[in-house]
């Protein structure tokens, strides 16, 4: 039995049938799953890349194409569209996953294969954690960009580890694999791999528009690691080739831009909006200075333009003083009226944002992103499961709903050991091998540098982190390893 389980192909056969469970009892959908639903039908009927507005079909820059790409191909394979194809959509999304798992393998093999003695035990710790992960299973029932994001995100931090593994003269594995060209790659390896990161961080920029945060991370780390070694004009090269490299696969996305919308961009806009649509910049600044908890974005941005916002609604944490309590609610009471947010009440809530920031700049450039950190990695993760996902106030949660309470509390402290995992992990490649340290130096700083870009958002939504978890479960993989020698 002991042998059958240390098996990869057990353990991600296993990993199948927990995403199919996923799929057949808690199928979910979310409202940018409607949005994506949309675009694909209107593009492979009308060849329009757009939505409805006011009854017209209006070509639309609202959300990169690549996830509406795969929707379009499974509907025009399946011959169903919209909620009739979902199933199609997940059993796809199954199969990436699934892909991705081994990708993790290849990833946790790759920053420690020179020091750990026991390649195959790491292989299949590394897939049984990837393959039985719940908060990965879970988003192959939601057609959602997520499953195609942390896809290529691990394919292509396979190259840009390699890429700064090399640093350090580690043979890398394409060689091995290719021993017609290993000469070649050998000589240039900083940039065959590059580009190839590059290329796959273009492709999961399709998919979301922050990908390119990747690269940069790894331009910074192997910035460092090339001008150690007096390379300056060797990383400006690189630089260059990983940007071009990455730009291909959005160029098509930056034509159609330009042509349909007159204005050549290569991602979405930051927030997202319509061509004519107006951004409250006001309203995002005040609820900066106080948001922290996803729960509270259904009670305040996710109603605006759409129903009431009620100022009972609105924590405690969001005033004060009595005063500005008044004007808050004297805006909102405006707004209820029409549902509309005009200009002269989006102004009111910027002045009101101005005021609160000069009295406690530390909490709203500090304190809150760090409640936003915090809320987004140290959560449940059943945003998408039938479970409410509340715990306080506890001995009324678990009389009200004993298998919601124990839900919760068992997905919060497995998130929680997923993380710590990751951190011991991490800490042990950095203090016992050298070697790695590039490697470690490189995923922790995407960690770190992703998780600062998602408290800048509107809305801190935990489902953005889930694109880190491949890095998590790698570096878990190498907890109880024993390197074979210390460098």
Not at 349 to 373: C, M, N, Q, S, W
Not at 419 to 424: H, I
Request: net charge positive; with cysteine; proline share 7%.
């Amino acid at each position: 039995m002991k042998r059958i389980l240390a098996k990869p192909s057990v353990a991600l056969a296993a990993g199948f049938f927990l995403r199919l469970f996923f799929v057949f009892r808690f199928p979910a959908d979310s409202g940018d799953t409607a949005l994506y639903e949309q675009f694909a039908d209107n593009w492979l009927r009308h060849g329009v890349y757009g939505m409805f507005v006011d009854g017209q079909l209006t070509p639309v820059d609202i959300r990169m194409p690549g996830y509406s790409a795969f929707l379009a191909v499974t509907y025009f394979l399946s011959g169903h569209s919209g909620a009739a194809a979902r199933l199609w959509v997940m059993l796809g999304q199954v199969a990436v996953d699934l892909s991705t798992c081994i990708l993790i393998v290849m990833l946790a093999v790759l920053i420690s294969s020179e020091t750990i003695e026991d390649i195959e035990r790491l292989k299949a710790k590394a897939m049984w954690l990837a393959a039985t992960c719940p908060f990965l299973a879970n988003y192959t029932a939601v057609p959602l960009t997520e499953i195609w994001t942390a896809f290529f995100s691990a394919g292509a931090l396979l190259f840009l580890v390699q890429q700064v593994k090399s640093t350090s003269g580690v043979m890398f594995f394409l060689t091995p694999a290719c021993p017609r060209i290993g000469p070649f790659l050998a000589r240039h390896p900083f940039e065959i791999l590059g580009v190839a990161g590059g290329f796959l961080v273009g492709l999961g920029t399709l998919f979301r528009p922050e990908i390119p945060l990747l690269m940069v991370v790894s331009w910074m780390v192997l910035g460092v690691l090339l001008l150690r070694r007096r390379q300056p004009w060797r990383w400006i090269r690189v630089v260059i080739l990983m940007a071009i490299a990455c730009l291909v696969p959005l160029a098509p996305w930056a034509v159609r831009n330009g042509v349909t919308l007159h204005k050549v961009q290569f991602l979405t806009p930051y927030y997202a909006q319509l061509p004519d649509e107006t951004v409250p910049s006001g309203m995002i600044a005040w609820e900066k200075t106080w948001l922290w908890r996803f729960r509270d974005v259904y009670l305040v941005p996710w109603k605006l333009e759409e129903e009431p916002i009620r100022l009972e609604d609105i924590p405690a944490s969001a005033f004060d003083t009595p005063d500005e309590k008044r004007r808050v609610a004297a805006t909102l009471q405006e707004y209820n009226e029409t549902l509309t947010l005009s200009a002269e009440e989006d102004a009111a809530f910027a002045a009101i944002a101005r005021e609160r920031t000069a009295r406690h700049p530390v909490r709203t450039y500090l304190e809150i992103p760090l409640a936003r950190a915090l809320s987004i990695w140290f959560t449940p993760r059943i945003e998408f499961l039938p479970f409410s996902g509340s715990i306080f106030p506890l001995a009324q949660c678990l009389e009200d709903d004993p298998l919601d309470f124990a839900v919760t509390i068992v997905f919060f402290l497995l998130n929680c050991l997923y993380v710590l995992l990751g951190a011991w992990g991490a800490t042990r490649l950095w203090r016992s091998i050298r070697a790695a340290r590039p490697a470690v130096a490189l995923l922790a700083g995407y960690l770190f540098v992703r998780t600062v870009f998602l408290t800048t958002l509107g809305t801190p939504e935990p489902r953005y982190v889930v694109v880190c978890i491949p890095i998590l479960l790698a570096f878990a993989a190498q907890v109880s390893f024993r390197p074979a020698k210390r460098v």
